[in-house]
């Protein structure tokens, strides 16, 4: 009979204890779906979805690798409007610094040439400027011919102005909501319509800064809300029939939260409850969706699980709105 060593001994030993050991493991994983599954179970349907999407969220981060490149943008055309103050400056400023070509319009002539300066000092390779008022229909047009006339072309048409915004309960002010549209839609719909023949000889990319009042109608926004839900909507549309008829021109539209610019603090002083975001982040997340040519960007990025369960959730949407905003305030 075969006798074992003291070896054996202390290898079978130590295989029964690592057996052992993964039976525990096994068991305790076991234990944990099992828990899961039971509370799961008991979830209300908000609480499911919840917990649904930071599933997927942490799967996405986990195998997500970051598309874009800014070598691309070196020597890129953008034409960028808005660019005085606010995020359009903060993404004048990326944009130098990524060593685009760039023409900027605003309305203030004295503030744009500030901002061209520093432009300049960044590392923008070249870079022209043209004062606009938006509110005049014929002023889109002038400002594509420019850009194209100074660059050669486009490669980037990024939208970005807004008009002044009155951050009150509807007054019945109809004249100023025509004005509003014609400043912050019909003018970037004459704009993208001007600049789409040398965007899709260029391949390139059009990028409209929205709202998230376009996607969920909020107080005090009667005019401005009306204004980029008709965004929403026009520009995902011509996203559609732009690939329907197979041409190489990419939306991108661009759905910000509160950012905070001074013009956005001072409108929602006292009236929101929500914590503004910074500026220079939004311009970066607006670039970095044009270039990788993304149907829609969120800034920041949870807008998008709040667009989600607006719509699941109606029943809920009176309730949510009334913990962020002061109704109390005239």
């Given at each position: 009979?075969?006798?074992?060593?003291?070896?054996?001994?202390?290898?079978?030993?130590s295989?029964?204890?690592?057996?052992?050991?993964?039976?525990?493991r096994?068991?305790?994983?076991?234990?944990?779906?099992?828990?899961?599954?039971t509370?799961?179970?008991?979830?209300?349907?908000?609480?499911?979805?919840?917990?649904?999407?930071?599933?997927?969220?942490?799967?996405?981060?986990f195998?997500?690798?970051?598309?874009f490149?800014?070598?691309?943008?070196?020597?890129?055309r953008?034409?960028?409007?808005?660019?005085?103050?606010?995020?359009?400056?903060?993404?004048?400023?990326?944009?130098?610094?990524?060593?685009?070509?760039?023409?900027?319009t605003?309305?203030?002539?004295?503030?744009?040439?500030?901002?061209?300066?520093?432009?300049?000092?960044?590392?923008?390779?070249?870079?022209?400027?043209?004062p606009?008022?938006?509110?005049?229909?014929?002023e889109?047009?002038?400002?594509?011919?420019?850009?194209?006339?100074?660059?050669?072309?486009?490669?980037?048409?990024?939208?970005?102005?807004?008009?002044?915004?009155?951050?009150?309960?509807?007054?019945?002010?109809?004249?100023?909501?025509?004005?509003?549209?014609?400043?912050?839609?019909?003018?970037?719909?004459?704009?993208?319509?001007?600049a789409?023949?040398?965007?899709e000889?260029?391949?390139?990319?059009?990028?409209?800064?929205?709202?998230?009042?376009g996607?969920?109608?909020?107080?005090?926004?009667t005019?401005?809300?009306?204004?980029?839900?008709?965004?929403?909507?026009?520009f995902s549309?011509?996203?559609?029939?732009?690939?329907?008829?197979?041409?190489?021109?990419?939306?991108?539209?661009?759905?910000?939260?509160?950012?905070?610019t001074?013009?956005a603090?001072?409108?929602?002083?006292?009236k929101?409850?929500?914590t503004?975001?910074?500026?220079?982040?939004?311009?970066?997340?607006?670039?970095?969706?044009?270039?990788?040519r993304?149907?829609?960007?969120?800034?920041?990025?949870?807008?998008?699980?709040?667009?989600?369960?607006?719509?699941?959730?109606?029943n809920?949407?009176?309730?949510?709105?009334?913990?962020?905003?002061?109704?109390?305030?005239?």
């Amino acid at each position: 009979m075969r006798t074992s060593s003291k070896g054996e001994v202390q290898r079978l030993a130590s295989s029964i204890r690592g057996r052992r050991l993964q039976y525990f493991r096994w068991s305790a994983q076991l234990q944990d779906f099992t828990l899961f599954f039971t509370t799961w179970k008991d979830m209300k349907p908000v609480g499911k979805v919840l917990c649904a999407t930071g599933i997927i969220a942490g799967l996405l981060a986990f195998f997500w690798k970051d598309p874009f490149n800014p070598e691309s943008l070196s020597g890129a055309r953008v034409l960028l409007t808005g660019a005085s103050a606010g995020i359009g400056e903060q993404m004048a400023y990326r944009y130098a610094r990524f060593g685009a070509e760039i023409v900027l319009t605003a309305r203030r002539e004295a503030v744009l040439q500030k901002v061209v300066e520093k432009c300049l000092t960044l590392g923008a390779k070249k870079i022209f400027y043209i004062p606009a008022d938006m509110s005049s229909p014929s002023e889109p047009e002038k400002v594509v011919q420019f850009a194209v006339q100074k660059l050669g072309g486009l490669d980037y048409l990024v939208l970005n102005h807004i008009g002044m915004t009155r951050f009150q309960m509807w007054a019945g002010d109809v004249e100023y909501t025509r004005w509003l549209m014609q400043v912050n839609f019909f003018s970037y719909v004459a704009l993208a319509t001007a600049a789409l023949p040398t965007l899709e000889k260029n391949k390139g990319s059009l990028v409209v800064v929205s709202s998230l009042t376009g996607k969920i109608p909020t107080p005090f926004t009667t005019s401005y809300s009306a204004t980029k839900f008709a965004l929403d909507g026009f520009f995902s549309s011509l996203r559609h029939e732009l690939n329907m008829q197979k041409r190489n021109v990419s939306v991108t539209l661009c759905i910000l939260g509160l950012i905070d610019t001074d013009a956005a603090l001072e409108n929602t002083r006292g009236k929101v409850h929500l914590t503004a975001s910074p500026a220079p982040e939004a311009a970066l997340a607006i670039i970095r969706g044009g270039a990788t040519r993304v149907q829609e960007v969120f800034y920041p990025w949870w807008l998008q699980h709040v667009c989600c369960l607006w719509v699941l959730f109606p029943n809920n949407r009176n309730q949510v709105l009334q913990s962020y905003y002061n109704y109390s305030t005239p």
